[in-house]
Each structure stands twice: as C-alpha cells, then as structure tokens.
C-alpha cells in the first residue's frame, strides 16, 4: 500500500488515504467518495498523483439502461446530458464512471472506492510564521536561497530556521540538493513574483499553501536547470524564446534574472545527481 | 542549421515520456512524472529536431502551456486504458492548440498503451473526426512504449514532416532572399 494526499478540487481541502501500489510504469486509480461528488485520483508507482478529478453522482431515475461492467448494476444515462461530461455511479466497493461523448458515446471506467481522512487544516503555516518573524522581504531571500537554489548553510535567526527546515522536509523535495548556484546571485534579482506568491498563499491553510509552495519550487527549479543546459550547450536562441514565453511577467523577471547571472559566468553542479533529463544524441 | 520545434502534449501517466525514451532505448518503466516540462534534440539529415516533452498534471499545465507556441508539428497522446484521456484531448488540449497554435498546425494524435486498451475503436473515431473539423490532424496511430509497438513508426512520421517543414521553409527563404 502506498498513501497518497491530494487537493479535492471541490471541497478545497486536503484529504489522504491508502491505496494499493501499482507496479513500476503503471498508473492507478481510486475513488474517494465525498458528498455529491466523485473525486477519481490516477497515481503511479511513487505515489504521486498524475490527475485528479472530482465526478457529479448520477441519481437520476429515467434514461437509458447500461449496465456497470464491474457488478451488472444498472446504470441510467440521463435523457439529458446538456452539461455533462461524466458521471459518477457509486456501487458497494467501486464507483462506475461515464464519459459521455454525446448522447450515443460514452466509455465506462471502474475504480475501486477507498476510505480516506480529511488532514488536520488548523495547523500553524510556516510561510506565515517566517514572514511575520522576519518580513516578506528576508524571508522570500531565505526561501529562494534555500528551497529554490538548495543551499543548506543559510544565515538566519534559529527559530526561523526551524521553520525553514520543517518546510523543506514537509515539501518532500527529494531532489532538492543544492544547484550550485553562485549565493551572491540571491543579492542581484529581483523577489517581486516570489514575494507576491508568498504573500498571496501565506494566509492559507499550512497544508494547501506548502502545495502550491512545492509545486512552483519544482518549476523555478526545473526552469533554472534547463537554461543552464542552454546556457552550456550555446542555445542562446532557445534559452530566450523559452524565457520569452513564460507567461507571468514577474516569474519571468526572475527566471531571466538568474539566467543573465550564469550567462555571465556562474556554472552549475551537480546535474547528474540530479538526474536531469536532457538527453542529446 | 533551422531548429524544428515538436511538441507531446496529453494528460498525465499516457506515456508521452515513455515514448519519448522507448525511441531512445531507454527502460519506459522506470520514467517519472515529468516537472514543467522536458527537452530532448535529434539532429536529422542536416537539420535539428527539438522535442519538448509537457508535464500533464493540470498545475503545471497552465503554467506551461504556452510554451507550444511555434511548434511545427504537435503530438496529442492520450491513453488507451484510460477514457477521460481521450476525452480530454478534446475538452482541454484541442482549445489550447486551437488557442495558442491555430488551425493549421500539424497535428499527430497517438493513443499509447494499446497493450492494455479499453476504448473501442468507434467511440476514438468519432473523436478523431470532432477533432478533425478544428485543428489539422494529419496522423493517428496506436502505440505502446512498453512493447515498442509503432513507436519508431511515430519518431519516423515526425521526422519526414519536420523534413517536409524544414524544405518547404527553406524554400520559402530562398525566395525572400531573391525577390
């Protein structure tokens, strides 16, 4: 069994359960059934959630009869189906899905149900804690230096360093090993879009904001990695149309701020370790 | 030297990685849940082909889409074990390539994982023709990474339309040049 914790995109809030654990190169799926909806998680070998969806529960009386593949249990197509793309029907131990093409096309999908635990929401958020110690500014510059860039010798007061390691653990980055990035570099860009995104997920729930957070360090972090490969393969050309269509302004600013900073002569390290997929032949 | 910009699109978990590696040789089982997105490059008869490789998970999909600008030829998987793929290349990937790429742009549709299908045939032919009446798919093909089925068939149609795109665009060069 492996646990996976997921968003519902309905109910807003973070739940966790057991599934079983598929095989290496296999996707899975679950079914957690919520209140009038569906929420079908696929997962892969790792645990981690490749799409999530949350399915209205069919009820209807009249339609068309199909019956469920998994159990024979019919399973009423709504003569209606204006605003439908699929729909749920939940029997015993699985949920049966249809998605509906049109009226006359439709697939059926069956997925096991499994029970699952909303996660505690009260608890402190970090980001919050952090920037109320030490200001949006410092602690975006503390951040960046040791989530984005990895560095791991960064000089800060004790409890916020406490904060920063509680974080860093929580986002389950397993690949966050240091970039090799020059740390001067963290004094020369700018930290608006970092600052405006700590500022806007500081207030939410500790779970929520450390998913956003670790989802958008994986990005920078992956963007960075790429233009190094760029940068050392003399793809000038490509580093900046890739640059040019990021399409936030303020990310932008600051992915093409770090790239202008190995550009002129700062080199990475590292990158097997990290086991960066570019592969030339 | 032109560089020819493709581009896998799809959800996540269809096998645009595996695909992608498979025709490298490499083991399709142990890929990973790509981050953003991927870059591979081929060079092929005197000109370069770049394979951008899309994470699917909705999150980063937002973020990234826009990155397709200026493919020469997009790659749409879907899953063949797994309906709401197939589906969603019409709900969401067909409105951003018809967004972001036009009409005009060539379009091969490949449903991966053939080994383990479940979509019958009709309901991915009625899809292919809704699909058909707003972007310029050219190709369908069924593929599996995992047993090697008709993946060098697919690296192979990619690489005669990126040659096809890179002589017409030199052409068409060569008569700005002159006139």
Redesign the interface.
């Known amino acids: 069994m492996v646990t996976i914790k997921f968003m519902c995109p309905l109910c807003k809030k973070i739940f966790k359960g057991e599934v079983p654990k598929v095989s290496l190169g296999e996707i899975g799926s679950a079914g957690f059934v919520h209140n009038n909806h569906v929420v079908i998680v696929d997962y892969d070998y790792h645990g981690v959630i490749r799409s999530i969806n949350a399915i209205n529960m069919c009820n209807v009386i009249d339609g068309d009869f199909i019956s469920c593949p998994y159990c024979n249990e019919p399973i009423r197509i709504p003569n209606d189906i204006e605003g439908y793309t699929e729909l749920a029907y939940v029997h015993k131990d699985h949920v049966a899905i249809v998605y509906l093409f049109d009226r006359k096309h439709y697939a059926i999908d069956v997925v096991n149900i499994v029970s699952e635990q909303e996660t505690a929401t009260q608890k402190e958020n970090p980001i919050d804690s952090i920037i109320n110690k030490v200001g949006l500014n410092l602690a975006s510059n503390l951040l960046i230096r040791r989530i984005i860039f990895g560095k791991s010798d960064i000089d800060a007061p004790k409890e916020v360093l406490r904060l920063i390691n509680k974080i860093v653990k929580e986002l389950d980055i397993s690949k966050n090993v240091d970039l090799g990035i020059d740390i001067s570099i963290a004094e020369r860009i700018s930290y608006t879009f970092f600052e405006k995104f700590l500022d806007k997920i500081r207030k939410l729930s500790k779970d929520i904001a450390l998913y956003k957070l670790g989802n958008l360090v994986k990005l920078i972090r992956k963007y960075i990695l790429l233009l190094d490969h760029f940068h050392r393969e003399g793809m000038n050309e490509l580093a900046e149309e890739f640059i040019n269509q990021i399409t936030n302004e303020d990310l932008r600013t600051f992915v093409h701020q770090i790239y202008s900073q190995l550009s002129a002569g700062e080199k990475m390290q590292k990158e097997t370790q990290l086991n960066f997929m570019v592969n030339m032949n | 030297m032109n560089?020819l910009k493709v581009v896998f699109i799809g959800?996540?978990?269809v096998g645009k990685?595996?695909l992608i590696r498979a025709f490298?040789g490499y083991d399709?089982?142990?890929?990973?849940?790509t981050?953003?997105?991927?870059?591979?490059?081929?060079?092929r008869d005197g000109y370069k082909v770049?394979v951008w490789d899309f994470a699917?998970?909705?999150?980063?999909r937002d973020?990234?889409i826009?990155?397709i600008?200026?493919a020469a030829l997009i790659i749409m998987v879907f899953?063949l074990s797994?309906?709401?793929t197939?589906?969603n290349l019409?709900?969401n990937w067909l409105n951003y390539v018809v967004k972001i790429s036009g009409k005009h742009a060539l379009v091969i549709v490949v449903g991966n994982k053939s080994d383990i299908k479940?979509?019958?045939d009709?309901?991915i032919e009625?899809?292919l023709d809704e699909m058909k009446k707003k972007i310029n798919v050219k190709l369908y093909l069924q593929t599996s990474a995992?047993k090697y089925k008709n993946v060098s068939r697919l690296f192979d149609t990619i690489f005669e339309y990126t040659k096809m795109i890179n002589t017409i665009l030199r052409k068409k060069k060569l008569i700005e040049v002159h006139t």
Do not use: A, C, H
């Open positions: 560089n959800d996540s978990g990685t595996s490298m399709v089982k142990s890929t990973d849940t981050i953003g997105v991927d870059f591979y490059s081929f060079n770049v699917g998970q909705e999150w980063f973020v990234i826009n990155f600008k200026g899953d797994r309906p709401f197939l589906m019409v709900k479940k979509i019958d009709e309901l009625r899809t995992l």
